[in-house]
């Protein structure tokens, strides 16, 4: 059972363009949302992570919009860049302190110039 | 990269032999844990660790197991390998502080 669906699978965005990739949730008790990073032949790597007291976090060009009635979030790279081409992960958690992290399929971005 | 050494970074296997990969922290997790990268299926958690022979199953542990007979060494095992496992696994480790996960560099294992 997929508790947590990611789309798109895959995102091509043109230079200085917005990225957006979206995430929804199924178990309520997740209070944790972070979103990874990950280049090819690396691990993943925390970029930004949200907890449903906010609505919004911004790091930068990356914002976290979290909706906790939809059970929803999403990431926005504002400006992408190539730089950023790589796969993102969402994922959520609970009872942080052992996390254990389920983590969406992850979504493959290509910024084109 | 909190410290993280997986190895063998690369291995290729038969089908039936037993396989062990290797996660050395040096900076005293006390969480560690093996996920599994597959297409289309993002990272699925094998097993993990809350301390010294405190270990649990995952989602997706039948077929591994897992020893953690010291704080710094958390070792996965593939008993009998199959060409399922083929995949690419990942060390982790939950911070000191509690607040992120941190991921090793990975170990490509391949079953023929």
């Known amino acids: 059972q997929q508790q947590v669906k990611q789309s798109p699978q895959s995102l091509i965005v043109q230079k200085g363009g917005i990225s957006i990739i979206n995430c929804a949730y199924e178990?309520?008790?997740?209070?944790?949302f972070p979103w990874y990073q990950q280049f090819p032949g690396k691990g993943p790597a925390l970029l930004i992570a949200?907890?449903?007291?906010?609505s919004e976090k911004k790091e930068g060009r990356f914002t976290i919009s979290f909706n906790k009635s939809a059970k929803q979030f999403s990431l926005h790279i504002m400006d992408s860049q190539p730089g950023d081409s790589a796969t993102y992960f969402c994922a959520a958690g609970s009872n942080f302190g052992n996390e254990k992290l389920t983590f969406g399929t992850g979504t493959r971005l290509t910024i084109i110039p | 990269d909190a410290g993280i050494t997986q190895s063998p970074r690369h291995k290729v296997t038969e089908t039936g032999t037993p396989v062990t990969l290797r996660c050395h922290q040096t900076e005293n997790h006390r969480y560690m844990y093996w996920y599994r990268q597959d297409p289309g299926h993002g990272l699925r958690l094998i097993h993990y660790?809350?301390?010294?022979?405190?270990?649990d199953k995952g989602e997706v542990s039948d077929g591994y197991s897992v020893s953690r007979s010291k704080t710094e060494d958390f070792l996965l095992t593939l008993e009998s390998a199959t060409s399922s496992q083929t995949s690419v696994y990942f060390c982790?480790?939950?911070?000191?502080?509690?607040?992120?996960?941190?991921f090793g560099e990975g170990s490509w294992l391949t079953v023929v």
């Open positions: 660790s809350y301390g010294v022979k405190d270990t």
């Open positions: 949200i907890r449903p007291d906010v």
């Open positions: 982790a480790v939950l911070s000191n502080s509690g607040n992120t996960i941190y």
């Open positions: 178990n309520t008790a997740f209070d944790y």
